[in-house]
């Protein structure tokens, strides 16, 4: 099960907007060791312990608010599973964060880059660094991604 974005459904062309169009997130769902479990024959370790970690809750950040990430022209909660280290139930990850991200095998394609408190996704990344390679000014990137969100609204707004 690789991650998507899941989108939420738009009303019918019938229904009058509600706040609920504009306001239902895009998620992210990432839980690596269930999407790609072959790279993970004896589960998840923990990197400071190194006993199994077993899953518990499904999180979308440390804090209580959610962690929002970029994608190309639009935003992304990003939603991962917690896992609970079985050495002494005191020590636990979020499956977003750096300490579990560093055990990740390198061969699992992570689909997002966290920064302090923000990310972008992979997606994003690529779209970026391939028009700065094809020699396009920043400014102009940056226009064209407005140009996109301003877009994604329009098909909320207009339903096409």
């Not at 209580?64 to 022209?73: E, F, K, L, Q």
């Amino acid at each position: 099960m690789q991650p998507h974005l899941i989108r939420p459904r738009l009303p019918d062309v019938n229904e009058p907007p509600s706040a609920v169009t504009y306001t239902n997130p895009i998620l992210l769902i990432w839980d690596t060791v269930n999407q790609y479990p072959g790279n993970f024959p004896n589960g998840a370790q923990c990197p400071h312990h190194g006993c199994k970690l077993t899953p518990g809750t499904w999180k979308n950040s440390q804090a209580n608010h959610p962690r929002t990430i970029y994608h190309v022209g639009e935003k992304v909660t990003l939603i991962g599973r917690k896992y609970k280290c079985k050495h002494d139930g005191s020590c636990s990850f979020l499956i977003t964060d750096m300490d579990f991200l560093s055990i990740c095998p390198k061969v699992v394609p992570v689909p997002f880059i966290l920064y302090h408190k923000t990310g972008v996704t992979a997606e994003l990344k690529d779209h970026i660094m391939s028009r700065v390679f094809s020699g396009e000014f920043l400014e102009s990137i940056e226009k064209s991604l407005q140009d996109m969100s301003n877009l994604e609204k329009c098909k909320i707004l207009y339903r096409t």
